[in-house]
């Protein structure tokens, strides 16, 4: 395959390698962090985590990757976004495997740490490249950035359907989760190779290496990430309680009774919603240019974390997790947008890092508060109306975010 222009691309070719760059998306969130809400029950069991500590891996992949926010910028630059997706794929399904191989708190806290740094330098480089993508078919790029952060949905199907399949398969076997973690490893390899065959296709103007940021810049272009206070605020009351719900529902849901076969459907229809929320969304993202679509999804987000508190029954629960599937990810797509309607495309890759490091900030705090609350009296439910608050909290934030003024060239 050889790299299209943006003069000779289709817009089938734009859907494909959109559903390549999902892929990334796929891996690095769908897989490497969001199939441990599954294996979180049988290890906590196994091996004699509290809430705290079960939480807590999911603090250490946070902090793994905001480390890796931080340093995907330069990585770009030194290795262009295109490199940097596809290795970083690479890292996050080793250290995948690794996970299979250890039982010791410490062994697996740095593993998580080590596959959220390369998890970081995916999601980052693959949102760059959707965004690029996406002005090459301007009357798409609400639809085609959210196929992107979409894929998400993609691996968290495939964990729904891989995860409680190999531990009922390895049952008998001591420390069977660790199985778990192969399959979703041989998962993300295969993964890794397709979308590293299609990025050969990416138009050159998508793949072009990330500029080193100017002192010269005129004033216009320059414009401050700070300005994005009030969504960045908000977004990183998003990663605290938007994690906690990740983490902990299935497990609440195992608490409620709930059968190996309902965690199934439960967890592979809400993979399916964050596909479809690519489509539903979209007009929402392509029109609104300040915080509006951020406040209204975070609030959205509260709503469904708090239905399988308010009952245990199995249809609020389903309705919860359709809702929370359909709408979580378009948050993360709205900080995008956010970043490509307001500032040039010289400084997209430092917006986008940005939000990805507030992103990080929230999630370093959401799981192992909500553990610990989810220990004390009231439990689990306890620690999911507390996530909930905390995303009104980012809806009423995100909700003060007015678009910038427009840039002169613009």
């Not at 796929?26 to 599954?38: E, H, K």
């Not at 076969?261 to 229809?269: G, H, K, N, P, R």
């Not at 309705?319 to 309607?341: E, Q, Y």
Request: with cysteine; charged share 10%.
């Amino acid at each position: 395959m050889t790299p299209t222009t943006a003069a000779t691309l289709t817009p089938a070719q734009a859907l494909r390698l959109a559903l390549a760059l999902s892929l990334g998306a796929a891996v690095s969130l769908g897989i490497t962090r969001f199939s441990y809400g599954l294996l979180l029950p049988p290890m906590r069991e196994d091996l004699g985590w509290s809430y705290t500590l079960a939480g807590g891996m999911n603090t250490a992949n946070a902090a793994g990757y905001l480390l890796g926010a931080l340093t995907t910028p330069a990585l770009m630059r030194r290795f262009g976004p295109v490199r940097l997706l596809v290795g970083g794929a690479v890292w996050a399904s080793l250290f995948m495997v690794a996970s299979g191989f250890f039982t010791s708190a410490p062994a697996l806290l740095l593993q998580r740490l080590l596959a959220g740094l390369a998890s970081a330098w995916v999601f980052v480089a693959g949102g760059l490249l959707a965004a690029r993508l996406g002005t090459l078919q301007p009357s798409r790029s609400g639809f085609l950035l959210g196929l992107y952060y979409g894929g998400t949905g993609l691996g968290i199907t495939l964990s729904a359907l891989l995860v409680p399949a190999v531990l009922q398969a390895a049952s008998g076997e001591p420390h069977g989760w660790a199985w778990a973690w192969w399959a979703l490893a041989l998962a993300s390899f295969i993964s890794t190779a397709v979308l590293a065959s299609a990025m050969r296709a990416l138009p050159i103007e998508a793949r072009a290496p990330v500029p080193a940021p100017s002192s010269d810049a005129a004033p216009h272009t320059a414009t401050p990430v700070r300005r994005f206070g009030w969504a960045l605020a908000g977004y990183t009351l998003f990663g605290a309680g938007y994690i906690g719900y990740m983490t902990f529902v299935i497990a609440l849901l195992r608490e409620q009774g709930a059968k190996p076969a309902d965690i199934t459907v439960f967890y592979a229809l809400l993979g399916v919603a964050c596909v479809a929320s690519s489509r539903l969304w979209a007009g929402l993202l392509d029109r609104f240019r300040g915080g509006g679509p951020q406040a209204v999804l975070n609030a959205l987000l509260g709503v469904a974390t708090m239905l399988p508190v308010l009952s245990p029954s199995w249809p609020v629960a389903m309705a919860s997790g359709l809702l929370f599937g359909a709408v979580f990810l378009s948050v993360v797509a709205s900080t995008t947008a956010l970043v490509r309607h307001n500032l040039p495309a010289a400084q997209w890759a430092t917006g986008i890092s940005a939000f990805t490091i507030a992103f990080a900030l929230g999630q370093i705090v959401g799981p192992t508060v909500t553990g610990w609350i989810s220990d004390g009296e009231g439990g689990l439910a306890r620690g999911l109306v507390a996530s909930a608050i905390t995303l009104w909290a980012g809806a009423l934030l995100a909700s003060r975010q007015k678009a910038l003024p427009a840039l002169p060239d613009s």
